[in-house]
């Protein structure tokens, strides 16, 4: 089982990023998705996530209006695009996942979790 998550980086206040998470295809065809982040210090908090059709979407309060989560079965990818990023948004982001085919928020029904990758916002 192998999930690589990508696109972090540095950026500014205000600008953008768009992450992607790689999932083998026997792990994630049929299942939920979801991308969670960790920032220094704090516990890791969900952000957001997709059923398997890619018709159920949820976020978090703190990003929704902000984030927009996809995914494409053709790739066995999902997407986490990230606009008017804040200088919270900084941390660890993860993909993960999910046990069944439902969109959730809850950590513990994901069974398979990326290494994550750095988003660093500036103020």
């Known amino acids: 089982v192998q999930l690589q998550a990508s696109g972090g980086g540095l950026v500014q206040a205000g600008g953008s990023l768009r992450l992607s998470c790689a999932a083998s295809r026997r792990t994630n065809s049929n299942n939920g998705m979801g991308w969670f982040r960790q920032a220094p210090g704090k516990e890791r908090e969900f952000v957001a996530s997709?059923?398997?059709?890619?018709?159920?979407?949820i976020y978090a309060d703190s990003v929704r209006g902000r984030f927009t989560i996809s995914r494409d079965s053709a790739k066995n990818t999902v997407d986490l695009q990230m606009n008017s990023l804040k200088p919270e948004d900084t941390g660890v982001y993860y993909c993960a996942v999910g046990l069944g085919p439902t969109s959730s928020t809850n950590n513990r029904r994901y069974r398979y979790w990326g290494r994550g990758t750095l988003v660093t916002v500036s103020s």
């Open positions: 997709i059923d398997w059709r890619g018709s159920d979407t």
